[in-house]
């Protein structure tokens, strides 16, 4: 064997790369990639918002005028828009919840996830978190990028309708609107957490069909309760679950004057409320049974 | 040699019906052994089992661990093909790279990419837009880049034309297997994988009922095609079994010397199928 062959036979492994893993990470990654109406949803209805905002410009600008003298709709307004991506957020989380768990195993797929060092717990916990986290954090996002540019579009709108940049600026507390916004967002996602995880553990069970089984046994309960013992705790605490965030959050006097807004806030109440934390403690339950149901999930 | 994977009556029930019925299993490291069985046998089950995808009743090791209660550190080291349809529609193929890379240790990215390179997959589609064998060789270009010491194939090909099915265990053979690795392979397309097995088990009902290395095999079964004055003759010599071709007795044996083989008519090694065949109509198996 000549020296130049010896050079030729490759070294024994070399040092590989080792990858340190970041299974959570890209579970989400993955949740992402696959839910793409995550993103989008969202995203989607702030962008019909202001095209809607530069199509009818000169009416919008004519508001925030009026508004100068009277009543203050330009932070009616930005709540509006805000709230209608906060309520596709929400529903995306509840159409995702629903499916987070079934689209694996009615694809297939759960056979090729399960064949990798991923635990069922990193699996459903990265599940569990995109209602919880990862959708409000894009609700947040593009609401507070949407306001900017609401900003943008209505200052332009007055400078060609030849109207007082002041008119909007002077009426509109932009920062605490975004404080409003995030303190809604995150007293609402928190109250809303043992129903994203109710429809968490349906999606883990049901083989077809999830809203039907996240909806059907709640609305049955309500029907036979009133039917046979003509009482309505059932009904009650639906609706508590359902408003009672809001409620707890916001201490709202109707007679005052004006919008709902941060002065109302009552933060140490919503924390002191013994719903939010039931309803955190249901979310705990619900996902720990979603990672025990998981592991004996296949393919149906 | 360490045992990859070791079974002691192992036992699985679907209500009233057993998968299982006491599996005993000893599979050394670098072999290639073949699970063959009809449907319903148990292979699939047996599988699940290894994979820690199912709870099961007896006493399971693979690579030493518990597979129910030690999946997540058991897939380091062991990679898996269902059949091709598991790969989600909406994975993209550099997506998929991304997520191997991201969670698994011991995934290599350069060499599926240089796998990938050698077949006419777009880095960016979708796998809902790839062939069902364009998918598979995706899958298997994800799995041998892994690093594992167990890859367990369950039905890999099915579906798949000759050409892909070829160029699967080629690609298996050629870029995968060192004889460090084990594979487990179970398929119905028993005479595309009799040339890369190295040892192979029958499976029915629930039980194994025949495990033989390949070389023993080869030198233990003969099929000889008897004329019909050989044939009471070759009868008294207790052929498994006999079958009609073109109206000459072909008679297959287990264990006959070659020179009395020779004496009753033209013998010829019986291929895995063959002998399969002809052991499931002796035992009923075929339902």
Not at chain 1, 197 to 214: K, N
Not at chain 2, 13 to 39: K, M, Q
Not at chain 2, 96 to 120: N, V
Request: proline letters at 5%.
């Amino acid at each position: 064997m000549t020296s130049a062959e010896t050079l030729a036979i490759p070294s024994v492994e070399t040092a590989k790369t080792v990858n340190a893993p970041r299974p959570f990470y890209w579970s989400i990654r993955r949740e992402l990639w696959e839910h793409r109406s995550i993103l989008f949803a969202p995203a989607t209805v702030a962008a019909a918002i202001i095209v809607v905002a530069i199509a009818r410009i000169n009416y919008f600008t004519l508001l925030i005028e009026n508004g100068y003298k009277g009543p203050n709709l330009a932070i009616l307004m930005f709540l509006v828009a805000a709230s209608l991506v906060i309520i596709t957020a929400t529903l995306t989380g509840i159409f995702y919840s629903l499916d987070a768990l079934l689209s694996e195993r009615r694809d297939r797929s759960v056979l090729f996830w399960k064949s990798l060092p991923v635990s069922d717990r990193t699996t459903v916990l990265s599940k569990a978190i995109i209602p919880m986290a990862v959708l409000p954090a894009v609700a947040f996002a593009v609401t507070l990028a949407m306001h900017i540019l609401l900003v943008l579009v209505l200052s332009v709108g007055l400078l060609i309708f030849r109207q007082p940049l002041s008119s909007l600026w002077s009426q509109l507390p932009f920062f605490q609107i975004q404080a409003f916004v995030l303190y809604v967002i995150v007293t609402c996602t928190l109250w809303f957490a043992p129903i994203y995880g109710w429809l968490l553990l349906v999606s883990s069970i049901s083989r077809r069909a999830a809203l039907v089984w996240a909806v059907v046994p709640l609305v049955a309960a309500v029907g036979l309760e009133r039917f046979a013992f003509r009482s309505e705790y059932v009904g009650r605490w639906l609706l508590y679950r359902l408003a009672g965030g809001v409620q707890a959050a916001f201490h709202y006097a109707t007679q005052q004057h004006g919008e709902i807004g941060l002065k109302d806030a009552t933060p140490v109440f919503y924390l002191a409320s013994p719903g939010l934390w039931m309803g955190l403690a249901a979310f705990a339950i619900f996902v720990f049974l979603c990672i025990r149901i998981r592991r004996f999930q296949g393919p149906i | 040699m360490t045992a990859c994977i070791e079974a002691q009556g192992l036992r699985k029930t679907y209500g009233s019906t057993a998968a299982l019925s006491g599996v005993d299993l000893h599979v050394d490291e670098g072999r290639i052994l073949g699970l063959i069985g009809p449907n319903g046998a148990g292979k699939s089950t047996t599988l699940d089992a290894i994979l820690g995808l199912i709870p099961y009743e007896g006493t399971l090791q693979v690579l030493g661990l518990n597979p129910w209660t030690q999946r997540e550190t058991l897939m380091q080291q062991v990679a898996f093909i269902a059949d091709v349809a598991v790969l989600p529609r909406w994975l993209r193929v550099n997506q998929a790279l991304d997520y191997m890379e991201g969670i698994h240790p011991r995934f290599d990215r350069a060499k599926a990419e240089a796998f990938l390179a050698k077949t006419s997959i777009p880095p960016k589609a979708r796998v809902k837009a790839l062939s069902k064998g364009m998918t598979a060789q995706l899958h298997l270009a994800l799995v041998m880049a892994i690093d594992a010491k167990l890859l367990v194939l369950d039905e890999p090909t099915l579906g798949l034309d000759i050409l892909y099915r070829r160029q699967f265990y080629d690609s298996l053979l050629n870029d995968y297997f060192d004889h460090r690795r084990t594979i487990l392979v179970t398929t119905h397309q028993v005479e595309e994988v009799q040339h890369i097995l190295t040892d192979v088990l029958f499976i029915q009902r629930g039980k194994i009922t025949f495990s033989s290395s390949m070389e023993a095999f080869e030198t233990r079964y003969a099929e000889v095609m008897v004329g019909p004055e050989n044939l009471n003759a070759a009868r008294t010599l207790k052929p498994v079994s006999e079958r009609q071709v073109f109206g000459r007795s072909v008679l297959l044996f287990d264990g006959l010397e070659p020179e009395k083989a020779a004496a009753l008519g033209e013998v010829r090694t019986p291929s895995l199928a063959d002998v399969f065949v002809a052991m499931m109509t002796l035992q009923g198996g075929i339902q």
